[in-house]
């Protein structure tokens, strides 16, 4: 399975970041978290992390042409306001489960709702890092 992880903005300052709400350990030791799955479920997993919108936009698209399988995304605060990844994510209709590190739905008001929930498969949050592995387990099930 090709799986495409695509990570919004200020995932890069995991570790430096708030550190109580995401933890102590950086955006690398997310990376390494993420492609041990390779081995376990003999996968082929590429990860990206944007600070744009347009970036992000740009690399949904891309998904198309490049054939993958499933995307994996943590749209960042985009989640709660950008209907132009919610957009791009409809146009490119390829399998996509919404992560987040932090419990969304316990945070604050404007953190409660994603406006890509509905266009996902799935989503999982609150796991910090299993998120993700969450993520990767259900798409390999
Ligand atoms: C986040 C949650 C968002 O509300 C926030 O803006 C982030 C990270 C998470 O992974 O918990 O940047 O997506």
Same mark, same amino acid.
């Given at each position: 399975?090709?799986?495409?992880? $695509?990570?919004?903005?200020?995932?890069?300052?995991?570790? $430096?970041?708030?550190k109580?709400?995401?933890?102590?350990e950086?955006?690398? /030791?997310?990376? !390494?978290?993420?492609?041990?799955?390779? &081995?376990?479920?003999?996968?082929?997993?590429? $990860?990206?992390?944007?600070?744009?919108?347009?970036?992000?936009i /740009?690399?949904?698209? &891309?998904?198309?042409?490049?054939?993958? /399988?499933? $995307?994996?995304?943590?749209?960042?605060?985009?989640? @709660?306001?950008?209907?132009?990844?919610?957009?791009?994510?409809?146009?490119?209709?390829?399998?996509?489960? &919404?992560? @987040?590190?932090?419990?969304?739905?316990?945070? /604050?008001?404007?953190?409660?709702h994603?406006?890509?929930t509905?266009?996902?498969? !799935?989503?999982?949050?609150?796991? !910090?890092? @299993?998120?993700?592995?969450?993520?990767?387990?259900?798409? @390999?099930?």
């Amino acid at each position: 399975m090709r799986i495409l992880v $695509i990570n919004g903005p200020n995932l890069n300052m995991l570790g $430096i970041r708030e550190k109580e709400i995401y933890g102590t350990e950086t955006y690398d /030791d997310l990376v !390494k978290y993420i492609l041990r799955y390779q &081995e376990i479920y003999n996968s082929q997993i590429e $990860i990206f992390q944007y600070n744009g919108e347009g970036q992000i936009i /740009d690399k949904i698209q &891309e998904a198309y042409f490049m054939k993958v /399988d499933a $995307i994996i995304i943590n749209p960042g605060a985009y989640t @709660h306001y950008s209907y132009a990844i919610r957009d791009a994510l409809l146009a490119v209709n390829i399998r996509t489960i &919404e992560v @987040h590190l932090s419990d969304i739905s316990k945070r /604050d008001e404007f953190r409660k709702h994603s406006v890509i929930t509905d266009v996902c498969e !799935k989503s999982f949050f609150g796991k !910090k890092f @299993h998120s993700y592995g969450e993520a990767i387990d259900y798409l @390999h099930q």
